[in-house]
């Protein structure tokens, strides 16, 4: 099924470790985009590749790195992770026409 | 500043008690309105796009309306089945790529 594939779906880390939360997905979009979640707040831009080759900052960059390796693939990096980056985060690719988001199913990340 | 408010933050109805979602918002000029469904442990999934004041979109128990501050989502004779957090997002019409975020609405519906 077409969609999009992130992995891991669950892991804790500890303060200053680092780790690389994947993202694939199979629609043949070209935007992908990195948004975290919290509770009581909506949905936060991290980064966001308009296109193979390229990314940009969102609302929330500080504390991440991203690499679109391909148009398939787009890698969200914490190298010094903190209690503060505990969230969920979601890959996301938007249809061909501009509008509507498909989500992953997201990773639940906490740092102790 | 660009801005989305969604109320109540969560909602508990009886099987089959109609009601409705508000989602307002600020921007300087809508490029369009999106409505997402959350399940819990799963990402948003898409129900509607709305694009002007007036328009309205259908989609089984759920109709989404819009003016010019704000969108209503209207639940019609819900079912337990449509207990989840309904998202509401804005994208201005000067961006081509972001999306402001309300924090949701968790329905609850009891059989």
């Known amino acids: 099924n077409a969609g999009v594939t992130q992995t891991p779906k669950f892991q804790v880390l500890k303060t200053g470790q680092s780790m690389t939360l994947q993202c694939a997905q199979d629609m043949n979009h070209n935007s992908m985009y990195w948004y975290r979640q919290d509770p009581g707040m909506g949905l936060r831009l991290i980064y966001y590749s308009a296109s193979e080759g390229t990314t940009d900052k969102g609302e929330v960059p500080n504390g991440y790195n991203v690499s679109r390796l391909n148009k398939r693939e787009f890698s969200l990096r914490l190298e010094s992770a903190a209690p503060s980056q505990t969230s969920v985060y979601f890959c996301?690719?938007?249809?061909?026409?501009?509008?509507?988001?498909?989500f992953g199913s997201g990773t639940r990340l906490t740092v102790v | 500043e660009d801005q989305v408010t969604q109320s109540p933050e969560a909602l508990r109805l009886q099987e089959g008690e109609s009601s409705s979602l508000n989602c307002s918002y600020t921007?300087?000029?809508?490029?369009?309105l999106f409505w997402y469904r959350q399940d819990p442990g799963k990402g948003p999934e898409f129900l509607f796009t709305l694009y002007s004041a007036g328009e309205e979109k259908e989609k089984e128990r759920l109709k989404a309306t819009l003016t010019k501050k704000e969108s209503f989502l209207h639940i019609t004779a819900p079912k337990p089945e449509d207990s989840a957090t309904y998202l509401c997002a804005v994208q201005d019409q000067d961006s081509n790529y972001q999306l402001i975020w309300g924090a949701g609405t968790k329905l609850i519906i009891k059989p």
């Open positions: 921007v300087s000029g809508l490029r369009g």
């Open positions: 996301a690719t938007i249809w061909a026409g501009g509008y509507g988001y498909t």
